[in-house]
């Protein structure tokens, strides 16, 4: 912890964090009041509702189960955007903080990151995605389990569920980090550039450029999520470790300048390094820093070095931005579908 902490420490003179001590001092009195009342509320929810609601609608009666998963699933995210928010601020200041660039100075770019942020959480996205890719975001990877296991006899379980939690949460994280290694490197293949190329095309990082992407992403339905439930793990492994790779994800596209030391060159990517990913520029620094977890770029020989916040991103690709991102959206898509029947890519 010493490592990742001494380059945060040094992420940010103390005359760019908000009054130096007191600023920094009331930004960190302001995350745990925050944390402790969302914490209470939790708790209140779980207190006052039953983990199965018995519900009538229409004259039909059904039963909602996993109440209390189904509040950490879709409230995990008003937990993890302001924290991220407040560690930004932080250490780079207000000036220099996702806040005020989303509230007070949006660019055209910023727009678009929120407007794909606020679909997301209306499950709007959820439902342009299975439209998309035609249905197959619904493919179950426990029924894909179940399957094979029956098949084979016995249960392909990589870390049974009665083993501790946190053990899980590390084996199916490198589960995770290695699938998404693979399908971050087929998405900057030619025939899935067009998709993902609008999670690049963003010229400016701030934390919600994390959510910036196009819903009809094939290769993460296939390759991110599907290999843990097929590997046998448990509900509360998977949602753990969905919520440190949205953690994870906010941190690495904050304007936070820092390359937490050999935990950035190892086990995980940081913000610098996912800023050297999304350079504009790659006719000398070909694309690389594709892994989560930087072990598996070391290991496939596409780590590229270090790098800072002062990099100019984005694609070459023009994009209007802007919260209306219907046209941007579509464009990506026909080219997408198009690449596939043309021999030179979009």
Excluded at 6 to 16: G, H, I, M, T, V
Excluded at 23 to 31: E, H, N
Excluded at 155 to 174: H, N, R
Aim: glycine content about 8%.
């Amino acid at each position: 912890m010493t490592e990742l902490a001494a380059p945060l420490a040094n992420a940010a003179p103390p005359d760019r964090a908000g009054g130096g001590l007191a600023g920094r001092t009331a930004i960190v009195l302001g995350l745990v009041v925050y944390v402790a009342a969302l914490l209470g509320a939790w708790r209140l929810l779980t207190a006052i509702l039953p983990d199965q609601l018995h519900l009538t609608l229409l004259h039909h009666a059904f039963t909602l189960k996993e109440v209390h998963r189904r509040i950490v699933s879709d409230g995990v995210i008003f937990l993890l955007l302001p924290t991220v928010l407040w560690i930004e601020w932080l250490f780079v200041g207000w000036s220099g903080s996702s806040v005020r660039q989303l509230l007070f100075a949006r660019r055209a770019s910023n727009k678009t990151d929120l407007a794909i942020f606020l679909m997301g959480q209306g499950h709007l996205t959820d439902l342009a995605g299975r439209l998309l890719t035609l249905g197959a975001s619904m493919l179950s990877g426990a029924w894909i389990h179940d399957r094979l296991s029956a098949a084979a006899g016995f249960p392909l379980t990589l870390v049974p569920a009665s083993m501790p939690l946190s053990l899980q949460v590390a084996a199916y994280f490198g589960v995770y980090s290695f699938f998404d290694y693979w399908t971050h490197r087929l998405d900057h293949s030619r025939y899935f550039w067009p998709l993902h190329r609008y999670h690049h095309s963003a010229d400016d990082f701030c934390v919600v450029t994390a959510t910036r992407q196009h819903p009809a992403a094939f290769t993460g339905i296939f390759f991110v999520n599907i290999p843990m439930a097929i590997l046998g793990a448990s509900a509360a492994a998977m949602i753990y470790v969905n919520v440190l790779v949205v953690l994870l994800g906010f941190l690495i596209h904050s304007r936070i300048d820092t390359n937490f030391g050999w935990i950035g060159r190892w086990i995980i990517q940081s913000p610098n390094h996912h800023r050297l990913h999304h350079v504009l520029d790659i006719s000398e620094q070909p694309a690389g820093h594709f892994a989560m977890a930087p072990i598996w770029d070391h290991l496939f020989g596409t780590w590229r070095g270090e790098a800072d916040q002062t990099l100019v991103i984005g694609v070459d690709t023009q994009y209007r931005h802007g919260f209306w991102v219907v046209p941007d959206l579509a464009r990506d898509y026909w080219h997408f579908w198009k690449g596939w029947f043309q021999r030179k890519p979009v």
